[in-house]
Nanobody, 118 residues
Framework: QVQLVESGGGFVQPGGSLRLSCAAS????????MGWYRQAPGKQRELVAS???????NSADSVKGRFAINRDNGENTIYLEMNSLKPEDTAVYYC????????????WGQGTQVTVSS
């Protein structure tokens, strides 16, 4: 019922910036929390940042002060502004969108690669 389209990944030098976007389409479905996870090869998937419909934000300590998550006025698109990128930020970034009807459902985007290297 919900499809997520991610964009904005790419290659960047340390200290550079990227902006990821994730657009959710779900018709009349009400989308709750949305956010970003990332996973590097050989590592566990970890939360980067999440945002509720009301705009409450939770983010990982490792990205605080460098990354910012925001949500558009229609609350169906989120963005991740990434600044001061470090090599350890290299990972596949996955967007998620949560829906609660009769049960909880979490939808995932296809992932977008972010590579930080000199």
């Amino acid at each position: 019922q919900v499809q997520l389209v991610e964009s904005g990944g790419g290659f960047v030098q340390p200290g550079g910036s990227l902006r990821l976007s994730c657009a959710a389409s779900g018709g009349t479905v009400i989308i709750g929390d949305m956010g970003w996870y990332r996973q590097a090869p050989g590592k566990q998937r970890e939360l980067v940042a999440s945002i509720t419909r009301g705009g409450s934000i939770n983010s990982a300590d490792s990205v605080k002060g460098r990354f910012a998550i925001n949500r558009d006025n229609g609350e169906n698109t989120i963005y991740l502004e990434m600044n001061s990128l470090k090599p350890e930020d290299t990972a596949v970034y996955y967007c998620h969108a949560d829906v609660v009807t009769t049960d909880f459902l979490r939808y995932w985007g296809q992932g977008t690669q972010v590579t930080v290297s000199s």
